[in-house]
T-cell receptor, first 114, second 115 residues
Framework: DAGVIQSPRHEVTEMGQEVTLRCKPI?????LFWYRQTMMRGLELLIY????????DSGMPEDRFSAKMPNASFSTLKIQPSEPRDSAVYFC????????????FGQGTRLTVV | QKEVEQDPGPLSVPEGAIVSLNCTYS??????FMWYRQYSRKGPELLMY????GNKEDGRFTAQVDKSSKYISLFIRDSQPSDSATYLC???????????????FGRGTQLTVWP
């Protein structure tokens, strides 16, 4: 298995632009997590899906952030409009039955908003 | 105060040294304790996890949990240059993804093992 696949690996965009991050979980995994990592705040959970349904989105910072999981093999995290403080590395992770002790992380998308 | 506190280091040791990494936490409901290793520009990968208190050993790695002190440790014996990475602790109330299963991460400790 190729593991969790995220795209793009790097994204540089101007403030105010829409940004879409993509994730393909490991085949057969039914739980998906989006995290954000910054030097100041470390790794923080943004949203958790189980069987394509958002279960916990309390970590989404504000309405500018939205996430979807239209099917079991694809998820997106969208920021509109983007701001410089959104600059971070965004990780997607997946697991079976939501077991956080067995979550596999993707390689992340490094987002820079200028 | 953050739920989980971890000294970011950096920590630099010679090859063969014993490394001790630590985290403290404030939520007494935490039951699952994890250690992740993150190489530069990569995603975190799970090293070990323990449930409740006690020790767990896996090769050169030993994880310890002291719930009475709200303190967890990861020991690396005979450290190698390939162990150079950032080590993050994480913990949760439940091992199932849900509000209770939310993972709370430390900020990570950057470790360098020099030959």
């Amino acid at each position: 298995d190729a593991g969790v696949i995220q795209s793009p690996r790097h994204e540089v965009t101007e403030m105010g632009q829409e940004v879409t991050l993509r994730c393909k979980p490991i085949s057969g995994h039914n739980s998906l997590f989006w995290y954000r990592q910054t030097m100041m705040r470390g790794l923080e959970l943004l949203i958790y899906f189980n069987n394509n349904v958002p279960i916990d989105d309390s970590g989404m910072p504000e309405d500018r952030f939205s996430a979807k999981m239209p099917n079991a093999s694809f998820s997106t995290l969208k920021i509109q409009p983007s701001e410089p403080r959104d600059s971070a590395v965004y990780f997607c992770a997946s697991s079976l039955q939501g077991r956080n002790t067995e979550a596999f992380f993707g390689q992340g998308t490094r987002l820079t908003v200028v | 105060q953050k739920e989980v506190e971890q000294d970011p280091g950096p920590l630099s040791v010679p090859e063969g040294a014993i490394v001790s990494l630590n985290c403290t936490y404030s939520n007494s409901a935490f039951q699952y304790f994890m250690w992740y290793r993150q190489y530069s520009r990569k995603g975190p990968e799970l090293l070990m996890y323990t449930y409740s208190s006690g020790n767990k050993e896996d090769g050169r790695f030993t994880a310890q949990v002291d719930k009475s002190s709200k303190y967890i440790s990861l020991f690396i014996r005979d450290s190698q240059p390939s162990d150079s990475a950032t080590y993050l602790c994480a913990m949760s109330v439940s091992d199932r993804g849900s509000t209770l299963g939310r993972l709370y991460f430390g900020r990570g400790t950057q470790l360098t093992v020099w030959p």
